[in-house]
């Protein structure tokens, strides 16, 4: 199993950028695919990427695809998740999750999840 554990959220005006890390704990980091969703409150919690394993394979929300990029490093038992050119409508708590199979966009099919971090952007 693996624990994440989320940081390098913050405030920052639209247009803006951040990154986002998710160190996880657990020798079996690399046999686990690995996506972040987040939740907008009075929102359901909603998919935002995932990473494959080996990081090869990635897939986004059309929402943010072109401007959110993730990434994995293996060696550092870490995922990351650039974000440019921030909205408004991107503020939302961000969660790092391991995929256990299925549907990677749906929360349910994933097992192990951070606490969060906040993400503000600012008009």
């Known amino acids: 199993q693996v624990q994440p554990v989320e940081s390098g959220g913050g405030l920052v005006q639209a247009g803006g950028s951040l990154r986002l890390s998710c160190a996880a704990s657990?020798?079996?980091?690399?046999?686990?695919?690995m996506g972040w969703f987040r939740q907008a409150p009075g929102k359901e919690r909603e998919f935002v990427a995932t990473v494959s394993r080996s990081g090869r394979s990635t897939y986004y929300a059309d929402s943010v695809k072109g401007r959110f990029t993730i990434s994995r490093d293996n060696a550092k038992n870490t995922v990351y998740l650039q974000m440019n050119s921030l909205k408004p409508e991107d503020t939302a708590v961000y969660y790092c999750?391991?995929?256990?199979?299925?549907?990677?966009?749906?929360?349910?099919?994933?097992?192990?999840w951070g606490q969060g971090t906040q993400v503000t952007v600012s008009s």
């Open positions: 657990g020798r079996a980091f690399n046999s686990y695919g």
């Open positions: 999750a391991s995929f256990r199979g299925g549907s990677y966009y749906l929360p349910n099919d994933y097992d192990y």
